[in-house]
């Protein structure tokens, strides 16, 4: 019916195919709370309120689409979730319940040493990407990235170039404009 795939197409758009996939694996949600092995990490975009001011809000997300695609890479890559994002920050984790690999490893110590790896080279790995994106370098891209990606990507990067050209020179990011990121985990 039209209500069911109505109801398709927003499950599609706001649940991340990634969660879905880990809960069908699992064979459905817990109704009990339960304790797990977890690392947290956290990545927000410095400077981006006073990047904001000179993008319209259309442009505005345009470059957040394109910037979360490209660590979007790397969480899939590298087996990561995605957790939430809010603005210019997002947060991801390894372990707990959605994790495959952190349910096959029974040993605490081991699944501690596997969780703060991941987190570690995630954290390394998203600098990196970074400063691939303020290139317009898209070697971070995979097979699984699609059309879709690569079309949020393109969009970001020219904003970005507007940003930087010679006919923005009366604007202070021309030239100088660099997306950094600040990264933690836990």
């Known amino acids: 019916s039209m209500t069911s ?22 064979g459905g949600i817990p109704r009990d709370s339960e304790e797990a092995e977890v690392g947290i990490g956290f990545l927000d975009i410095a400077g981006y309120t006073f990047l904001s001011k000179f993008l319209t809000p259309k442009e505005n997300q345009e470059v957040l689409n394109g910037l979360y695609t490209a660590f979007n890479s790397v969480l899939r890559r ?3 979730y995605l957790n939430k994002i809010e603005g210019d920050s997002l947060m991801f984790h390894y372990g707990g319940l959605i994790d495959a690999r952190a349910r096959k490893i029974t040993n605490k110590r081991e699944l ?29 891209l995979d097979d699984s990235a699609t059309s879709h990606d690569k079309g ?35």
């Open 112 to 140: 501690q040493l596997y969780i703060a790896r991941e987190l570690f080279y995630t954290c390394v790995e998203m600098q990196r990407v970074s400063v691939l994106f303020n290139s317009a370098d898209t070697r971070f």
């Open 152 to 186: 949020a990507l393109e969009r970001a990067f020219a904003i970005i170039a507007r940003l930087r050209s010679d006919d923005a020179v009366s604007n202070p990011l021309s030239a100088i404009f660099q997306i950094r990121i600040r990264i933690g985990a836990d």
């Open 78 to 80: 590298r087996g990561g």
């Open 5 to 26: 795939e109505l109801r398709g197409q927003i499950e599609e758009f706001y649940l991340p195919r990634q969660l879905v996939d880990a809960i069908l694996e699992v």
